[in-house]
Structures are given as C-alpha cells and as structure tokens.
C-alpha cells in the first residue's frame, strides 16, 4: 500500500512525491496506411518529421503522377484503340517463312467437296413426245475431300505474291450417298455446246454437224457413271473434232475435271506486308486487274479474296466482305447476316450472299452490268451467264435447284424443290481472324438449250431452256488440332488477356487519379493553416 501522510483532517491524504508517476507518455502506433497517408501529405504529424521527410514526400509523389500518366496512357490504348488486336492480327500477314504463310501455302483445312448430280428419270419420253415435262431426281451427295496448295509461290518486291493453285482429290465412299460407278442420265454438255456454236453458221454446216453428231451417237442426254461424268471420259465428239481439225482440242471432257490439278490461271494476292488492310486481296489473275467481261469497273475488276482469308479491319458487320471465284468469273459480295457459335462454341458471324445476287436488272439494277452488252440480253432472275469463261459454252450458273430464282425456272421441270438451309451460301467468319471457321458454298450447273435448224433431237425442248445438271457444296471438313487451338486461344485467351489489362488500367487510373487529388486537396489545406 502506497506510504500516505496525514494532514488537518484524517479524510485528506495526498501522495508523497514518490508517488508520482515519471513515466514517459507511450507512441501512437502507425500502419502501414497510415504512413502511406502521412508521405502522401494526408496525415499531419509534427513539424519537424515532416522537414525530414519532405524529399521523400517528393519522390513520392513524382511516381504516383508517374503512374498516374502510364495508366492513363495504357487506359487510353486499352480502351480507346485497336493497338492490342493489331499486335495479334500482325501475326496474319503472309511474311517469307512465317507461319501464317506456311499455314497459307499449305492450309491446315481440308475441305469436303459434295456432288449432288440431277439424273433425268423421263429422258426417253420426253424426247419422244409421251412426257411434256422433264423429271429429276438429286442423287449424292457424292463426297470428296480437296487437298490443297500454293505452287510456283513468288514473293514479290512490291508486298505481293504470286502463286498457282494445286488440288488433289480423294473420294470418301463412308461420307457418300451412292456409288462412283452409279449411272446417272444428264444433258449432253458437249452436244448442246457444239449445237449452241453451230447455230450461227451456215446451213450446209449445220448439216455437216447433224451427220457427224449421229454418227457418234451424240443426242441432247448421256448416260455416264458419275465418276466419269465429273473428273473426265472421252468423248467421242470431241474425239471426232480432233482428228478433222487436229487442233488443240482434248478429247477428254468431264464437268468437274480442271478443280483436280494444278490451275492454269496465275494469281496474284497482297500479303499485308504494306498494309494489312490489304490482306489476301485479289490484285490480277494472269496479270490482268480485269476479267475483260463486264462493260463496268465494278463488275469487271479483280478484287476480293479467295474466300480463305479476309482483312480484319473489314469486320465490322456495316460493309459487305467480297469472294472471288474464278470460276464463275466475277466477286460475289457477303453481307453480315447474324451471330453464331462454330467449332464447338467459338463465336463467329455469319454472312450470306444475298438473295438479289443473281437478280434480273428489273429486280436489282446493279446486275446490269452482267447483262450480255451486244444483245442487251439478260437470263431470268436466278441465272448467271458464264459462258465468256466456260470457252463459250451456254453455261450458266444459279443457287442449288433454282433457290432464289424466277418461278418459272423452278416451275419448268419436274423435281426441283428450293430450300433455303439446304441451297443458300453462307460464312460463319472468325470476328478478330477474319477468317472463315464453318459455312457452306453452293452453286449449281446449268446448259441452256440453243437450237439450229438443221440439227435435229432438239424439238421438244423449248428454245432457251435451262438444264440443271449438277450442284456443288463445299463446307471446310476437316480442320487440324494446330489451327484448332490457335482459334481457341485467339478467341479466349487473348480475350481475356484483353480484359484483364482493361481493368488493371481502368484500376490504376482511378486509384492514381484519386490519390493525386487528395495530395493536391490536403496539401493546399496545410498551407493555409500554416
């Protein structure tokens, strides 16, 4: 008990001076914010700390606006600019040795190509007068898959490069409906053509023509098995015309015979190397920017891609991407359609070629310049003529079973029956890549029947009809586990990358932004209460 000592009343007592408690007052404990707060000027402590600590109040602050001027700068680039995709699309551009031109050289797709063949079921009582309409029947799809690549690859100087196309083609009897040897009924292409180029000759001419042609047996239909009617059998017209003349003719013909091979035309791409707005486009074919068909600029004119590769930039759902199919002679557009998910979910949009490609100029203005310049001709709406880059064969070229086309097309022969998911073209494209990862290609085959008037075998057709013969599609097949993968992380990987450098600039910007504003705030408060 403490020593105490009494005073003038025995309830006072005070304590002795040994009483007296001499020990130091105790330091207020500091955080780690709270000296965050003090350096940053938002915490007050005496005077003579805050001298000693001036410099590094400094430093301090120096490298939060530091900080505050990156994030701004990454916020900016992050948020406001195409800089990060760019860095990712660099990768497209077709440089010597690069993967994207190897890839490109070599595609790691192996697309399928399906066959669907019309055979004529009443050919025979059609052209003996018994049947008044002709009747077909859609045999296939007969399945092959196209391997392809770039041959004769030059690089040139000016960010182009030139290049021939190479196919090989395998039948896939598990992935076909029907037999290669089946035996199909169909319009002898190679009569019709000769009547068609005979017509504008003379009579004892056509005549000529009339005995040869029976003579070989030639008539409106032939009976082929499919294999040979695609990929090549001799014909003995053909044959016939080469021995008269022995000119350059090949005896050999089959719809589908020059896809197999290396292609005769030359072509000539950008590569991006100069930009890469320029990606993939179509420059020339044979050295030429022109098809030397078409009485416009627009129509005329090389452009588009191969349909394997589009610019990025272009993806923007407004404006229309173009294809360039050199057998049809011209660029066909494609216009944003919708949404989709491809390849297992990765989300793609989708382009169709629109419904008024193959339009009359009455329906759809801007065809007339397809239209034939001399004659002022056009084909029904559903009809594109090919024959100036068929050799000058009556070819013409539509969607699968006349989709799209005049009624009367579709009317005139028994059997076709138009449907949109089965005959329309589409893309499902890539957003970022730009390039396709599913759709589906379709045209179809046709011979206008062109009659002479010495010519016989022709009089129960009607001048100018048209003759389906075969339809095409062509959807992307196999694609390899390396292309797989760059898809994937292409879409997800680089997207969340992406997202998470938004939200740490997005962070930082803010965080700095605040901090600078409460140093700037409580530093003019200190200065005025000094």
Known sequence: MPEMVALNSPE??????????????????????????????????????????????????????????????????????????NSLLENLILRPNSTAADWWVRPPVYPLLKVHVFNYTNAEQFLAGNDSKLTVEDLGPFVYKETAEKVQVVHNNDGTISYREHRYIQYLP???????????????????????????????????????ASSAGSRAFTKKPVESLLWGYKDDLLDMA????????????????????????????????????????????????????????????????????FPPHLMDRKQPLHVFIKSLCRKFPLAYDSEVTALDG???????????????????????????????????????????????????????HFYTGDPQLINSINGIKPEQELHETYADIHPRLAFPIDGASRFQINIQVQKASMVSGLEKFAEGQYLPVIWLE????????????????????????????????????????VLLIAKCYYGTRSLEKK
């Open 242 to 309: 080469k021995s008269m003349f022995d000119s350059d003719i090949s005896p050999t013909f089959g719809m589908l015979m020059t896809r197999n091979g290396t292609s005769a035309e030359n072509f000539t791409i950008y590569s991006g190397v100069n930009s890469l707005r320029e990606l993939a486009l179509m420059k020339q074919m044979d050295g030429k920017p022109r098809f030397d068909l078409w009485h416009t600029d627009e129509c005329d004119n090389v452009g588009g891609t191969d349909g394997s590769q």
């Open 12 to 85: 006072t007592v005070i304590p002795t001076t040994s009483e007296i408690d001499t020990r130091k007052p105790l330091k207020k404990r500091t955080s780690a914010l709270n000296t965050l707060f003090y350096y940053l000027g938002l915490e007050q402590r005496s005077s003579g700390a805050a001298k000693k600590n001036q410099c590094l109040r400094i430093l301090i602050l120096a490298v939060l606006f530091a900080v505050f001027v990156a994030s701004a700068v990454g916020f900016f680039i992050m948020w406001c600019t195409n800089m990060y995709n």
């Open 174 to 212: 598990e992935e076909s409906k029907g037999k290669p040897y089946d035996q199909v009924v169909v319009p002898d292409v190679v009569f019709l053509t000769a009547v068609s180029k005979k017509r504008l000759e003379g009579a004892f001419k056509q005549f000529t023509f009339n005995v040869a």
């Open 346 to 400: 990765i989300p793609a949009w989708r382009y169709k070629i629109p419904n008024n490609v193959f339009s009359h100029p009455d329906e759809h203005l801007p065809n007339h310049c397809f239209c034939h310049l001399e004659s002022g001709s056009c084909p029904p709406s559903g009809l594109f003529n090919i024959s100036g880059c068929s050799m000058g064969a009556p070819i013409f070229a539509s969607f699968p």
């Open 474 to 513: 062509v959807v992307p097949g196999v694609i390899s586990d390396e292309l797989r993968e760059m898809i994937y992380h292409s879409t997800y990987s680089a997207n969340a990358i992406q997202m998470s450098l938004r939200v740490v600039t997005l962070v930082f910007v803010v965080l700095s932004l």
